[in-house]
């Protein structure tokens, strides 16, 4: 035989190889997010039927499509179904964007609950409701500037003819440490009155979400999905380190500015919406990385647990707990012990490695 036929036999298996590889991959994402869409289907059906007025599934779902009793559709309509879709288009923003820092900074560590971002979003809308005293539609948009505002500050202040990963970490605590400190300053500055409704937005939640809230957030979210489904393709080799990219042929300092653009608009989006859900961003990707196995950045399975974690977190706030507590609540006592043991096993691997 050849060298040539041997050359062609290795170069076919080797396809094939990969091309298992690749069907393998696709055959697990599709797993993941199917069995978190059934969570979340179960979860949001919870939500649905779960409440102070006692509806029947049949209620519920005629009232759903605007049949029946006309307070069982403003039940069902103006009052369950937001919070569901809120639920869904913020967890899924946020488990994005966690997905494209950790990947574009090479740092599990890199969230928005980490980096100020979700802080920033936060101070705006205090300051929005404690200072100016606009009405709610403002509050949201001002929660959308705090967060671009903390997102541009530490992208200056951390680069150095470059973006450097670390730098933008370190810079982007420091900011969030800073704003955390402005809000407690403007909340003891406050009027008492007035002071409840800015602590319940800081801790994050879905049940006050309208449906201009929602189309506003919504078309945002598409925009930036656009922009991640066109630059998704470039994160393997910029998660590979900047030499490696540029020896690639990627322009590594444009494409990782696009992308963290991209995952800040998606935090923005999401927190303008629902409030900072503590830990969500953090949380989805690794969880979708390890659910699939591939060892990528696993954006749509990292979307998919986080609007699945904000549905159930939801649920198990307004519905299971005493009292009632919002979703950012639950999704901050699950994520805090994650957070904890995630530094642990990275502080292992420190040492070990």
């Known amino acids: 035989m050849s060298a040539a036929v041997l050359e062609r036999s290795d170069a076919r298996s080797g396809a094939e190889i990969v091309g298992r590889a690749r069907r393998g991959r696709a055959r697990r994402t599709a797993i993941v997010v199917a069995a978190c869409v059934l969570v979340l289907l179960v979860a949001a059906a919870g939500s649905l039927l779960a409440g102070a007025s006692d509806l029947s599934p049949g209620k519920v779902l005629a009232a759903a499509f605007g049949f029946g009793d006309a307070g069982d559709v403003f039940i069902v309509q103006r009052l369950r179904l937001p919070r569901i879709l809120a639920a869904i288009l913020a967890g899924g923003a946020l488990g994005l964007s966690g997905a494209l820092f950790q990947t574009t900074l ?19 809308a205090v300051l929005a409701l404690l200072v100016f005293k606009v009405d709610a539609g403002w509050v949201s948009a001002a929660a959308f500037a705090g967060a671009l505002l903390v997102a541009l500050l530490s992208w200056a202040l951390a680069w150095r003819g ?136 696993a954006l749509v399975a990292a979307t998919a647990v986080g609007a699945t974690l904000v549905v159930v977190a939801d649920l198990v706030g307004s519905k299971l707990l005493p009292d009632g507590v919002p979703a950012g609540i639950v999704t901050g006592l699950i994520g805090a012990p994650y957070l904890l043991w995630l530094i642990a096993a990275s502080n292992r691997k420190g040492v070990d490695g």
């Not at 090479?106 to 705006?124: E, I, K, T």
């Open 162 to 297: 470059g973006l450097q990963g670390y730098r933008f970490v370190l810079v982007g605590v420091g900011l969030g440490v800073l704003m955390q400190g402005l809000i407690g300053w403007m909340i003891t500055r406050a009027d008492v009155r007035t002071v409840s409704d800015a602590l319940v937005w800081t801790v994050g939640g879905v049940g006050n979400a309208s449906q201009d809230d929602l189309e506003r957030t919504g078309i945002l979210v598409g925009i930036a999905l656009v922009g991640v489904i066109a630059i998704s393709p470039r994160l393997p080799v910029l998660a590979l380190g900047d030499e490696s990219a540029r020896g690639l042929g990627v322009r590594a300092g444009r494409d990782r500015a696009i992308v963290l653009g991209l995952a800040v608009l998606l935090v923005a989006s999401a927190v303008s919406l629902a409030g900072p859900l503590a830990f969500v961003a953090l949380m989805s990707a690794p969880i979708a990385r390890r659910l699939v196995r591939n060892g990528g950045a």
């Open 106 to 124: 090479r740092n599990p560590l890199a969230s928005p609950d980490l980096l100020g971002v979700s802080g920033g979003a936060a101070f705006g």
